[in-house]
Nanobody, 122 residues
Framework: VQLQASGGGSVQAGDSLRLSCVLH????????LAWFRQAPGKEREFVAH????????TYAESVKGRFAVSRDNGKDTMYLQMDDLRPEDTAVYYC????????????????WGQGTQVTVSS
């Protein structure tokens, strides 16, 4: 299984970005998926989770109302729509997959993507 994240960039506060994560090598709808992020000098933290069929959506408190996670099982792709971005959202964003359970912490992830950098300036 390989996960490939893309869509990061450098934006101004208040702008939007959409991240994508494509899963290769195994049936996409067999996996629950999540987004994590890691800022310099900080631990990797949970951002959002989505279940096998698009249910079970959960968000970190810090992104509720601004970020939206979705998946397209026909395209083997998960998305993270990020609106009203803030400087504190600056981090490398990673996608993760688990075959059997919900992903709420890095320890629950079986597979990781390579990360995509998001930089938000004020």
């Amino acid at each position: 299984v390989q996960l490939q994240a893309s869509g990061g960039g450098s934006v101004q506060a208040g702008d939007s970005l959409r991240l994508s994560c494509v899963l290769h090598g195994s049936p996409f709808n067999s996996y629950t998926l999540a987004w994590f992020r890691q800022a310099p000098g900080k631990e990797r933290e949970f951002v959002a989770h989505i279940g096998w069929s698009g249910g079970g959506i959960t968000y970190a408190e810090s992104v509720k109302g601004r970020f939206a996670v979705s998946r397209d099982n026909g395209k083997d792709t998960m998305y993270l729509q990020m609106d009203d971005l803030r400087p504190e959202d600056t981090a490398v964003y990673y996608c993760a997959a688990n075959r059997y359970r919900k992903i709420m912490s890095p320890d629950n992830a079986h597979f990781w993507g390579q990360g995509t950098q998001v930089t938000v300036s004020s």
